[in-house]
Antibody, heavy 118, light 107 residues
Framework: EVQLVESGGVVVQPGGSLRLSCAASGFTFDDYMMHWVRQAPGKGLEWVSLISWDGGSTYYADSVKGRFTISRDNTKNSLFLQMNSLTTEDTALYYC???????????WGQGTLVTVSS | DIQMTQSPSSLSASVGDRVTITCRASQSISSYLNWYQQKPRKAPKLLIYAASSLHSGVPSRFSGSGSGTDFTLTISSLQPEDFATYYCQQSHSTPRTFGQGTKVEIK
């Protein structure tokens, strides 16, 4: 059974930093690209970032480019999101998600809540 | 960046109704269009990928069509468990943008 378990979400002040983690199991982690997708309270889904199976290619939404860094450790079946220079606009539930056919996403974690507030 | 526009933003329908949701891309995305269902306080679920391929385990009342810039998600006979918010997403290029969502409510 595929499982994606996010952690690291907390309350942080504007301008602060945070690192999210996602522990993956139930599939061959290094065969798949992985995503981070976020959802602000009461809002729609916003794609954040994508990393290739080997970590060699990374992509970002314009809203986080230059502030967030996606990475992975295939030896530990783990995905990460380093978040710097946080603003209140980054407050959201952050989902770790597994890539699938034609660039779709077939599995999502339950999310970890990041709140940026003074 | 490719913008994805869904319509309507919300709709009210009855059990048994045929429901159609449209998604338009700001430029051609070939068939790189995916549909997701999200229920309150739950993670999204993949319904359709590559515009018309039904994901494993998804009921056959769900179908997708379209290519280029215009796409449709159809629920042939709405069931009580289908009341949810539906999102399209393009996977043609990065950033991988989502539509704003369509909320399907009980009439």
């Amino acid at each position: 059974e595929v499982q994606l378990v996010e952690s690291g979400g907390v309350v942080v002040q504007p301008g602060g930093s945070l690192r999210l983690s996602c522990a993956a199991s139930g599939f061959t982690f290094d065969d798949y690209m992985m995503h981070w997708v976020r959802q602000a309270p009461g809002k729609g889904l916003e794609w954040v970032s994508l990393i290739s199976w080997d970590g060699g290619s990374t992509y970002y939404a314009d809203s986080v480019k230059g502030r967030f860094t996606i990475s992975r450790d295939n030896t530990k079946n783990s995905l990460f999101l380093q978040m710097n220079s946080l603003t209140t606009e980054d407050t959201a539930l952050y989902y770790c998600a597994k890539g699938y056919r034609a660039g779709s996403i077939d599995y999502w974690g339950q999310g970890t809540l990041v709140t940026v507030s003074s | 960046d490719i913008q994805m526009t869904q319509s309507p933003s919300s709709l009210s329908a009855s059990v048994g109704d045929r429901v159609t949701i449209t998604c338009r891309a700001s430029q051609s995305i070939s068939s790189y269009l995916n549909w997701y269902q999200q229920k309150p306080r739950k993670a999204p679920k993949l319904l359709i990928y590559a515009a018309s391929s039904l994901h494993s385990g998804v009921p056959s009342r769900f179908s997708g069509s379209g290519s280029g810039t215009d796409f449709t998600l159809t629920i042939s006979s709405l069931q009580p468990e289908d009341f949810a918010t539906y999102y399209c997403q393009q996977s043609h290029s990065t950033p991988r943008t989502f539509g704003q969502g369509t909320k399907v409510e009980i009439k």
